[in-house]
C-alpha cells in the first residue's frame, strides 16, 4: 500500500511543534502518527486486502522506486557489486548455521525455547501492568 503520510506526512507537524518550542505540539504529533499508523494498519489495510484481495501490488511505488534506483546502481557500479555480492554470501552463511542450529536442537530443546519465549513476553507484560 502507498501511505507515505504515514511516516513523513507528520514533519510539518513535528517541524511546528519544534519552531513554537512546544513539547505538547511534538507529542501531539507523535501520538496523532503512531493513531495513524495502527489505523491503517488494522483497518485499512485488511479492508483493503478484503475488497481487492490478490489485486494489490506486494510493494508501495515507493519501495518499488527506491529498489529500482538501488538495482540500477549496482549494475554501473562495481564497488557496489562486489559488497552486494559479499553481503549474499555473508546473509547465505549465517542462514545456514541458523538452520542447523535450530535443526539440531531436539524437540525437548524447541519446546523449552518456545517456553522461555512465552515466559519472557508475559514477564514483560506483567511488568508493564505494574507499572
Known amino acids: 500500500m502507498d501511505n507515505p503520510d504515514s511516516?513523513?506526512?507528520w514533519g510539518g507537524f513535528y517541524g511546528l511543534g519544534l519552531f513554537a518550542e512546544s513539547k505538547t505540539v511534538v507529542l501531539l504529533a507523535a501520538i496523532c502518527q503512531v493513531i495513524n499508523y495502527l489505523?491503517?494498519?488494522?483497518?485499512?489495510?485488511?479492508?483493503m486486502r478484503k475488497i481487492h484481495g490478490g489485486k494489490l501490488r506486494p510493494i508501495s511505488g515507493i519501495q518499488s522506486g527506491?529498489?529500482?534506483?538501488?538495482?540500477?546502481?549496482?549494475?554501473?557500479?562495481?564497488?557496489i557489486q562486489k559488497l552486494?555480492?559479499?553481503a549474499r554470501r555473508e546473509i547465505s552463511k549465517i542462514k545456514k548455521r541458523i538452520t542447523t542450529e535450530i535443526k539440531g536442537l531436539s524437540?525437548?530443546?524447541?519446546?523449552?525455547?518456545?517456553?522461555?519465549?512465552?515466559?519472557?513476553?508475559?514477564?514483560?507484560?506483567?511488568?508493564?501492568k505494574k507499572s
Not at 39 to 47: A, C, K, L, N
Open 7 to 9: 511516516i513523513i506526512g
Open 39 to 47: 489505523f491503517i494498519v488494522f483497518v485499512e489495510s485488511p479492508h
Open 66 to 79: 527506491v529498489t529500482d534506483i538501488f538495482l540500477d546502481m549496482v549494475e554501473k557500479n562495481p564497488r
Open 84 to 86: 552486494n555480492k559479499k
Open 107 to 128: 524437540i525437548h530443546d524447541r519446546i523449552g525455547l518456545q517456553k522461555a519465549k512465552s515466559t519472557l513476553f508475559e514477564n514483560l507484560l506483567l511488568k508493564k
